[in-house]
């Protein structure tokens, strides 16, 4: 069973359209988290959750929305993209120090 | 603002040799850990270090912290060619804190 899931996988879209990223940790794990990685494989944090509350939320621009129904999925919707998001999203979950990460959502907007 | 700096950026090794990675940081930490990335994959945990230890060890790696100087090295003895990958360190600063990556090393261990 795969620990952190991410769908899609790939995900190519036009500049100014809504996607969403889902992500599901069947770890137990209390702590949820997006990352980006850039063409330069720097990778940033954006958002965490703690038992589906918000504990950190990087400057990240409005249009990305972060929603976590419960705690066992943290999903990413943004809005209006931009070529600039263009990268590769990573979730991430976490119960003490150790994250796991899931495979990734490379997201590229023509 | 990024806490952790590898070097160096790139390395490429012979299969049987060591791969000695660095990574400094700025701010003191909780902790200190290495993740592994192949390509087009997720980061996966190697090994983890806390402030108060020096040295630890998991099956062919090696990792040293040295709180004074603020870096901390991994080791990975008789590289294989599975061990291809980009390395990351990354600093935790405690509770409800995040992890904090550095830019990454990209290791070539040659056949």
């Known amino acids: 069973d795969t620990a952190v899931s991410q769908t899609p996988k790939y995900l190519v879209t036009q500049m100014g359209n809504d996607k969403s990223i889902k992500c599901e940790q069947n770890?137990?794990?209390?702590?949820m988290y997006w990352y980006k990685q850039d063409s330069k494989k720097f990778l940033k944090i954006m958002f965490s959750?703690?038992?589906?509350?918000?504990?950190i939320n990087e400057t990240v621009p409005n249009r990305f929305s972060p929603k976590s129904p419960d705690k066992a999925h943290l999903n990413l919707h943004i809005n209006s993209l931009e070529l600039g998001d263009s990268a590769v999203y990573f979730c991430?979950?976490?119960?003490?120090?150790?994250?796991?990460f899931g495979s990734g959502t490379r997201l590229t907007v023509v | 603002s990024q806490q952790g700096e590898e070097d160096p950026q790139a390395l490429s090794i012979q299969e049987g040799e060591n791969a000695t990675m660095n990574c400094s940081y700025k701010?003191?930490?909780?902790?200190l850990q290495w993740y592994r990335q192949n390509s087009g994959r997720g980061l996966v945990h190697l090994i983890l270090?806390?402030?108060?230890?020096r040295e630890k060890h998991s099956g062919r790696l090696r990792v040293t912290l040295d709180t004074s100087k603020k870096s901390s090295s991994l080791l990975i003895t008789a590289s294989r060619a599975a061990d291809t990958a980009s390395y990351f360190c990354?600093?935790?600063?405690?509770?409800?804190?995040?992890?904090?990556f550095g830019k990454g090393i990209t290791l070539s261990v040659r056949p």
């Open positions: 959750y703690n038992n589906k509350e918000l504990i």
């Open positions: 991430a979950s976490s119960q003490e120090v150790r994250y796991t």
């Open positions: 770890l137990g794990h209390d702590t």
């Open positions: 701010t003191s930490i909780n902790n």
């Open positions: 990354a600093t935790d600063l405690g509770a409800n804190s995040k992890l904090t």
């Open positions: 270090i806390r402030s108060n230890e």
